[in-house]
């Protein structure tokens, strides 16, 4: 029964050790979870209303600010892991999510170059809703550019979708007959 006591002593005493020798990290980490929590709401609010002020589509905002909470989650993830001395993780974990990172925009390049077209489209001030154009993959009137795709009606009032980065290689605006 005495070496069961000591035992039970002695694992109590190293995890006293050990919470007083991390309290300063946990406390550092605290503080640093408090502020960027603050930081990332007056970011968040302040990114959405410029970019609901720039771009009039909900989805180009959404799609910007979703962007911008991965960058800003991945670095305060990898600062925590830091913060508590374990900076080697925060390296390798860096690293290996690049090249994850790396993989899945090859994977989407498709996608990505669509999204792309997409924000440029929407910019351009020369093509716009209702505007008769013309494109390799066919012609008709803007009825709305997305993110990733425009759609066209055309004369036969069908509705032809065509990937946004069609559209920008190559388009004509035609004239209003």
Do not use: C
């Amino acid at each position: 029964m005495v070496k069961g006591k000591k035992l039970i002593e002695e694992i109590i005493t190293q995890l006293t050790q050990k919470i007083i020798e991390y309290s300063p990290r946990l406390l550092s980490l605290i503080i640093f979870l408090t502020i960027a929590y603050i930081s990332l709401k007056i970011f968040n609010h302040l990114l959405n209303n410029y970019l609901a002020k720039k771009y009039q589509q909900k989805g180009v905002t959404k799609i910007l600010l979703l962007i911008s909470k991965i960058f800003i989650y991945y670095a305060i993830i990898l600062t925590s892991i830091a913060i508590l001395g374990l900076n080697e993780l925060a390296a390798s974990l860096g690293t290996a999510i690049g090249f994850l990172a790396l993989g899945v925009s090859i994977a989407m390049r498709g996608i990505i170059s669509d999204m792309i077209s997409g924000f440029y489209l929407l910019k351009d001030p020369d093509i716009e809703q209702g505007d008769k154009i013309e494109t390799e993959k066919g012609n008709g009137t803007v009825k709305e550019i997305g993110l990733r795709k425009t759609k066209l009606t055309t004369k036969e009032n069908n509705t032809l979708v065509i990937a946004n980065s069609d559209v920008e290689k190559k388009w004509t605006k035609l004239k209003e007959e």
